[in-house]
């Protein structure tokens, strides 16, 4: 806990104007300052600051508060890391134990930490726009397209290659300028040798990057190795990227690349651009893509999802089109999820990355992304998911935990049912297996839509067989609404009489004569609970989506109802002639007999029929 005299103290010096100039270009306007609100797109002022009550307001889209709100809004940051660093630049002290170990450290030895990455931020710089050992660091950064303006914002620099400044051109400068090599050591700038102890840079031959903190404070560097120094050694393979040593100061799982830059763009354009590379951030922020940023040699944690969750509440996804690539966006969906996110996906394919498409083409998909649960269903129905009923398994194993993260039921449902379509499998299978473990799950507010009811329930006697002919029809009908006009013609309602398939047919027939379909979830009200398992199998398994004929499948259903009624009909016409028999009857006997002969000829020639065809069913 902050002492509440201390936020006072702090709230009392801050100068509010200073904290929001700068990120906003502020005019002086009578007593007040205004500009361009930094949390939505204007083009005309209408965002305030106030000094004389140290807060700003926008009357465009809302937004107020102080400056400790402003940062936290703007950047992402937590209340207590947002406090810290504004106590620290207007000099009030906090008490030690003021955030737990992270903050520890004495706030000194913070200081100097951050002057010793200043330094080399400082240095790298140099080399890379002035000086004559920083010409390769120019010449690739030419390369990849990145202009003055973009190479200034990043505040990019190079360190240099050995051949080029020798082994120690940053332990030089850090040692003129009177930093601690110790210090420069643990914060992973420089190393040490084991053969004669003496200091050596760490980043040598690469494009660097400063991983700089909202507010513009350098936590660390990332650095891209030149393949002009690259080793090409298979055996000893140079890393493309290496980053600054965990610490204090820096931790990779919670940091972002180019969220200083980022920041208040994701605020205006209301989603960030998740991508992998250092480049790939500095490339498309060139291309006027100012929301984008990327996570810092680790997958995608769930710390830096809750910093973009202060941010956004959308994040599209756009990894390299490679099978890596395709893995971390998996993964990266599942954090975000997790987060209560809305992820998106712009899909690359294998050899792409967002720096190397050609930028319209990348434009016309960052337009429209792909919902990230359709694509990952998507990808696993391009790998096979539908091919057995082992495939179907698997993948729905593999979704059921992103189903369960989804909050609203409304879009749990929505999603539920497209897992359902993509793989092939019934709807009420997939609701089961989307239920969050932890709480019940509503149904969606349609009542047509309703999910099955629980699966706790007692046990229920077995089931009789369904009817063939009846289940197909209904099977037929389910999967394809468009045979309805046909159903009509043959009167097949009347037809399918067992109580739990005709409220199925009686709905399709319903539906298809309102101009529209009958979804599943409507369809799987209608079914009681204690035949949900055999209904399940024998009418929702999707089994005629592709069927391109569907006239015959209806005729051979019509004719297996016919052979099946035939079929019921005798018992009882026997029946009839034992007792016509016993009472002596005489001529009623043979005209049973003969009915009974005339209804055994007509159910051999439908099942001729029927040997002449393929029959459907199992």
Not at 409 to 423: E, I, K, Q
């Amino acid at each position: 806990m902050i002492p509440e005299a201390k936020l006072k103290e702090l709230r009392e010096r801050i100068v509010v104007e200073d904290v929001i100039g700068q990120y906003v270009a502020l005019k002086s306007s009578g007593r007040q300052f205004k500009g361009l609100c930094p949390f939505h797109a204007e083009k005309t002022p209408s965002f305030y600051v106030h000094p004389d009550r140290r807060s700003f307001k926008c009357f465009g889209c809302g937004e107020y508060g102080d400056a400790i709100e402003f940062i936290q809004k703007v950047e992402g940051t937590s209340f207590l890391e947002t406090v810290r660093r504004l106590a620290d630049q207007f000099a009030v002290p906090l008490p030690s134990e003021v955030g737990g170990a992270r903050n520890a450290r004495d706030a000194n030895e913070r200081d100097l930490d951050l002057r010793v990455t200043e330094c080399a931020a400082t240095f790298f710089r140099r080399v890379l726009v002035k000086e004559a050992v920083g010409e390769a660091g120019r010449a690739y950064a030419a390369e990849r397209g990145v202009g003055a303006d973009t190479s200034e914002t990043f505040r990019m620099g190079y360190a240099p290659a050995p051949e080029e400044a020798g082994w120690d051109a940053l332990v030089k400068e850090l040692t003129a300028r009177g930093h601690d090599l110790e210090r420069a050591e643990r914060l992973g700038l420089v190393a040490k040798s084991e053969r004669n102890q003496n200091y050596y840079d760490r980043f040598r031959g690469r494009l660097m990057f400063p991983v700089i903190r909202p507010g513009g404070s350098v936590l660390g560097f990332s650095g891209r190795i030149l393949p002009i120094h690259d080793s090409k050694d298979d055996q000893d393979p140079t890393p493309k990227y290496i980053n600054s040593s965990e610490s204090d100061l820096y931790a990779k799982n919670k940091t972002l690349f180019g969220l200083q830059a980022a920041s208040r763009h994701i605020k205006t354009s209301g989603r960030a651009l998740l991508v992998e590379g250092n480049l790939d951030v500095v490339s498309l922020h060139q291309r006027g893509h100012g929301e984008a940023l990327a996570p810092l040699g680790t997958s995608f944690t769930r710390e830096q999802c809750a910093v973009l969750g202060r941010l956004t509440s959308v994040v599209v996804i756009c990894f390299d089109g490679d099978r890596a690539g395709r893995k971390a966006t998996a993964s990266a969906i599942e954090q975000l999820l997790t987060a209560d996110i809305e992820p998106r996906v712009v899909a690359l394919e294998p050899g792409e990355d967002p720096d190397s498409v050609d930028p319209e083409r990348f434009q016309r998909r960052l337009e429209r992304p792909t919902p990230a649960l359709e694509w990952f269903l998507r990808r696993l129905v391009a790998a096979g998911a539908t091919e057995s009923i082992e495939s179907k398994a698997r993948a729905l194993h593999r979704v059921a935990p992103l189903l369960q993260k989804l909050k609203d039921p409304d879009v749990r449902g929505d999603y539920a049912h497209l897992a359902a379509n993509l793989l092939s499998l019934p709807i009420s299978r997939v609701w089961s297996a989307a239920q969050p473990e932890s709480r019940g799950w509503a149904p969606p507010h349609d009542p047509r839509n309703a999910p099955p009811r629980s699966r706790e329930r007692p046990p229920t006697q077995p089931q009789t067989a369904l009817p063939r002919g009846q289940a197909l029809l209904t099977a037929l009908l389910v999967d394809l609404p468009m045979a309805a006009g046909g159903a009509v013609r043959d009167q097949v309602l009347e037809h399918v009489d067992d109580p739990r398939l005709s409220p199925i047919v009686e709905r399709v027939l319903e539906a298809a004569s309102e101009g529209r379909h009958a979804t599943v979830g409507e369809l799987l009200a209608l079914v009681e609970p204690e035949a949900e398992q055999l209904l399940h199998r024998a009418i929702f398994q999707g089994r005629f989506l592709e069927e391109t004929r569907p006239n015959r499948v209806l005729q051979q259903g019509l004719t297996l109802c016919k052979v099946v009624k035939i079929e019921s009909q005798i018992p009882l016409i026997d029946q009839q002639t034992d007792a016509a028999r016993r009472d002596g009857r005489e001529e009623e006997v043979r005209a049973l007999i003969q009915r009974r002969l005339e209804l055994r000829k007509e159910q051999a020639a439908l099942r001729a029929t029927l040997r002449d065809d393929d029959d459907p069913l199992p």
